[in-house]
């Protein structure tokens, strides 16, 4: 009972005034990319929901790199839409349900995490892969990311680390988990209630939620090492986690070494300052902050060349500037953070 529904997607979501989503789709699908994902909305009368499905904004990123140069006007504006999409999810005043069900990153995530009711399946997957692309865990990663339990959005934030099925609710990225062939019957369910309540709503998905059964009794996959990641991962430099890592020594910790050391540095030291930022901002202080380091990355030489070696030429072998974090100076993080003055994002 997937439905798909192109172009005009986005037209009943959330807040009349916020065309963001519907502006999104269309441009997208005016870059014929839309057949890479499907996003559907359908609406009860009093609230939203959103199937996230197979949504894979990555592949975006490639139009945003053609076009920085040629069309900066167009780029400004996706993220500056994106980002306020984000936002309008957030305070979204009809009860907002994601389904997440298949692979969720990046964008994905932005059209999920920020929604109250947050549904995933043993399908899902859910990842913030962006600092092996020269960006970072944009679409208010900087906010939820750092609210996750100890220190999992850091490690979640630096590694790229996949997580999957049921570990996507036990990380608290979903709030309830449904087997994936109930969500048709879930969806009957919730269009069957009548002018339902936020409390109407819960009750429906808690239902579903005790009655599904996979992976019931797994643990959660990195629950023997959390309590390691929280001790690596409250460095307050990425040179140090990585002399954690380094110190450790344990398998676990050498796998997670060698990935962060294939990110670009860059964003490495980007994405720590912006999660320790955004641990004590709200939603809109931290998108604004985004918003500058979106214009920053897409301005710079990572970004680009980390589209070009993981979504085009696929080489997976990019060539960073600068090459390692010590060159990566102070000077370079804080001018990624400076206002933009008249063209900050503003709420």
């Not at 197979?54 to 400004?76: A, C, G, H, R």
């Not at 865990?137 to 934030?157: E, M, N, S």
């Not at 676990?252 to 912006?274: C, D, G, H, Y």
């Not at 072998?317 to 804080?334: H, Q, R, Y």
Request: with cysteine.
């Amino acid at each position: 009972s997937l439905h798909h529904s192109h172009s005009n997607a986005g037209s009943e979501l959330c807040l009349q005034r916020t065309p963001q989503l519907m502006n999104l789709l269309v441009r997208i699908d005016n870059h014929s990319i839309l057949n890479l994902f499907y996003l559907a909305v359908f609406t009860g009368k009093h609230f939203l929901c959103v199937w996230i499905y197979d949504l894979f904004f990555l592949f975006f990123l490639v139009v945003i790199s053609e076009n920085t140069k040629t069309n900066p006007k167009m780029v400004q504006d996706f993220f500056r839409e994106e980002y306020m999409l984000n936002n309008a999810i957030d305070s979204c005043l009809k009860p907002y349900i994601a389904l997440i069900h298949g692979i969720t990153m990046g964008g994905g995530v932005g059209l999920s995490v920020h929604g109250q009711f947050r549904v995933a399946t043993e399908k899902s997957l859910f990842a913030m892969p962006e600092t092996a692309i020269g960006l970072f865990p944009d679409v208010g990663g900087g906010y939820f990311l750092p609210r996750l339990q100890g220190k999992l959005g850091y490690f979640l934030a630096l590694t790229g680390f996949r997580l999957k099925g049921r570990d996507v609710y036990t990380a608290g990225i979903a709030t309830h988990f449904v087997d994936s062939e109930k969500l048709g019957m879930l969806e009957d369910d919730l269009l069957a209630l009548n002018s339902p309540s936020k409390e109407n709503i819960a009750d429906v998905l808690e239902t579903y939620h005790t009655k599904s059964k996979i992976d019931q009794d797994k643990s959660f996959i990195l629950e023997e090492h959390m309590d390691k990641i929280n001790s690596w991962f409250s460095a307050n430099t990425v040179e140090e986690i990585i002399e954690n890592l380094q110190q450790d020594g344990s398998s676990f910790a050498l796998e997670q070494l060698k990935v962060i050391n294939k990110m670009s540095p860059t964003s490495l030291k980007i994405t720590l300052r912006q999660l320790m930022e955004g641990s004590s901002k709200t939603l809109p202080e931290v998108l604004t902050m985004e918003y500058r380091l979106s214009q920053a990355c897409i301005g710079g030489h990572d970004f680009h060349e980390g589209v070009r070696a993981v979504l085009i030429d696929k080489d997976q072998n990019p060539k960073w500037k600068p090459a390692n974090l010590k060159e990566v100076t102070d000077e370079d993080l804080n001018n990624h953070f400076n206002s933009l003055g008249s063209n900050d994002l503003k709420f």
